[in-house]
């Protein structure tokens, strides 16, 4: 095992990230060290990269960032039980305390307490990584390749959000083709959608739109009124509003079209986040159009991430034509500034680090606790 690795480094408080040759992590007692294979880019790392407000409210320089990945255990700490060396794993970035009463109840994604990969510890975007053995995800290599495999944790925001609506039959608006809206487009054909239209700014994102299913694409950037969108909506749902629209951007005028395009008794849900604050006229938009409006972040811990899985290794979504860019830990300012362009995908890090991919040692079945005199430990 080496001591030092390459890792991307947000060294300072200002815009910009480093690649450093830093100590490989140390494992806590009840910790995992894991080489990463595949790492990808997500929103949170450009806005770290920018150093924007949010950023630099949040984060605590010096922090390798990142969050999304795939790789091999390479060491375990004495208290792991259920990990091994050679397993070949994922894990959710959403560290939480497992004591407040959201845990306790089944919404640990809402834990307040949550700390985050990449953000409140070091991440991914390195050769190695230290993640506690409680949200160590186990993948299968040969239906989920790295470059695929990493992207289960934002892929699976797009689950939650998406399959929080019975689709079977129903005609269904994305507003915002990002990485999230991309997936919920994928996850919606697969649902049974009847109809799926996608709306964005970006002709690059809308081709990708069409690639994971779209059946119409909408470039909203010439619109010259206020109702471009909901019109165009509208019109080519036969006249009517749609039944379901999942607002992606966070936009203000997103937010707009999502309440008059969609049909009088539809859902909304709101996903995107909005940079600032925004207007929403209650009354005219939500109560006399009698809506179901759902606010919803991230995904459950770990309810979810079966969901995922499921859809991900039947091949049910086929995520590789969202995946525009594979780099190297070198050139991540590229991929930031690819990023930030809009013309992009998902882009994957390969930190090229050297790992034994032999499956790990077949487990002992547990004891049958249904043998008299067995003691039982789960």
Same mark, same amino acid.
């Given at each position: 095992m080496p001591e030092r690795m390459k890792a991307v480094c947000k060294a300072g408080s200002e815009p910009g990230l480093v690649i450093d040759e830093i100590p490989v992590p140390s494992v806590g007692r009840d910790e995992v060290l894991v080489g990463v294979e595949a790492a990808s880019v997500c929103g949170t790392d450009l806005h770290i990269w920018k150093w924007d407000d949010w950023a630099a409210n949040r984060i605590k320089p010096p922090l390798t960032i990142g969050h999304e990945f795939a790789g091999t255990v390479v060491d375990v700490g004495p208290d792991v039980t259920q990990v091994r060396v050679g397993d070949y794993v994922s894990a959710e970035s959403h560290i939480t305390c497992g004591l407040c009463f959201q845990c306790r109840t089944g919404q640990a994604h809402m834990c307040p307490r949550t700390k985050i990969l990449g953000v409140d510890r070091d991440g991914v975007f390195a050769e190695y990584v230290s993640v506690p053995e409680s949200v160590v995800w186990q993948n299968d290599r040969e239906k989920l390749p790295p470059e695929i495999a990493t992207l289960q944790e934002p892929f699976g925001n797009a689950v939650f959000a998406t399959l929080a609506h019975d689709l079977a039959g129903q005609s269904v608006a994305v507003l915002g083709c990002g990485p999230v809206g991309l997936f919920s487009i994928g996850i919606a054909k697969a649902s049974g959608a009847f109809s799926v239209l996608a709306a964005d700014i970006n002709d690059y994102r809308l081709s990708l739109a069409q690639a994971l299913g779209a059946d #119409?694409?909408?470039?909203?950037?010439?619109?010259?009124?206020?109702?471009?969108?909901?019109?165009?909506? @509208?019109?080519?749902?036969?006249?009517?509003?749609?039944?379901?629209?999942?607002?992606?951007?966070?936009?203000?005028?997103?937010?707009?079209?999502?309440?008059?395009?969609?049909?009088?008794?539809?859902?909304?849900?709101?996903?995107?986040?909005?940079? #600032?604050?925004?207007? @929403?006229?209650?009354?005219?938009?939500? @109560?006399? #159009?009698?809506?179901?409006?759902?606010?919803?972040?991230?995904?459950? @811990?770990?309810?979810?991430?079966?969901?995922?899985?499921?859809?991900?290794?039947?091949?049910?979504?086929?995520?590789?034509?969202?995946?525009?860019?594979?780099?190297?830990?070198?050139?991540?300012?590229?991929?930031?500034?690819?990023?930030?362009?809009?013309?992009?995908? #998902?882009?994957?890090?390969?930190?090229?680090?050297?790992?034994?991919?032999?499956?790990?040692?077949?487990?002992?079945?547990?004891?049958?606790?249904?043998?008299?005199?067995?003691?039982?430990?789960?």
């Amino acid at each position: 095992m080496p001591e030092r690795m390459k890792a991307v480094c947000k060294a300072g408080s200002e815009p910009g990230l480093v690649i450093d040759e830093i100590p490989v992590p140390s494992v806590g007692r009840d910790e995992v060290l894991v080489g990463v294979e595949a790492a990808s880019v997500c929103g949170t790392d450009l806005h770290i990269w920018k150093w924007d407000d949010w950023a630099a409210n949040r984060i605590k320089p010096p922090l390798t960032i990142g969050h999304e990945f795939a790789g091999t255990v390479v060491d375990v700490g004495p208290d792991v039980t259920q990990v091994r060396v050679g397993d070949y794993v994922s894990a959710e970035s959403h560290i939480t305390c497992g004591l407040c009463f959201q845990c306790r109840t089944g919404q640990a994604h809402m834990c307040p307490r949550t700390k985050i990969l990449g953000v409140d510890r070091d991440g991914v975007f390195a050769e190695y990584v230290s993640v506690p053995e409680s949200v160590v995800w186990q993948n299968d290599r040969e239906k989920l390749p790295p470059e695929i495999a990493t992207l289960q944790e934002p892929f699976g925001n797009a689950v939650f959000a998406t399959l929080a609506h019975d689709l079977a039959g129903q005609s269904v608006a994305v507003l915002g083709c990002g990485p999230v809206g991309l997936f919920s487009i994928g996850i919606a054909k697969a649902s049974g959608a009847f109809s799926v239209l996608a709306a964005d700014i970006n002709d690059y994102r809308l081709s990708l739109a069409q690639a994971l299913g779209a059946d #119409k694409v909408y470039n909203a950037s010439a619109d010259e009124g206020e109702n471009g969108v909901a019109d165009w909506l @509208i019109e080519t749902n036969e006249g009517f509003g749609v039944d379901v629209v999942l607002e992606m951007s966070g936009a203000q005028t997103s937010i707009d079209a999502a309440f008059r395009g969609v049909r009088n008794g539809g859902r909304v849900t709101l996903f995107g986040i909005p940079a #600032k604050p925004v207007r @929403i006229d209650v009354a005219e938009s939500m @109560i006399f #159009k009698n809506l179901t409006v759902l606010a919803l972040n991230g995904r459950r @811990i770990f309810d979810t991430w079966y969901k995922t899985r499921w859809l991900l290794e039947s091949n049910v979504v086929d995520l590789r034509p969202i995946i525009s860019r594979e780099v190297g830990l070198e050139e991540v300012e590229t991929a930031m500034e690819l990023l930030d362009g809009g013309d992009v995908g #998902k882009i994957i890090i390969r930190p090229n680090v050297a790992v034994d991919v032999t499956p790990a040692p077949e487990r002992e079945a547990p004891p049958d606790p249904n043998v008299q005199g067995q003691l039982f430990h789960p």
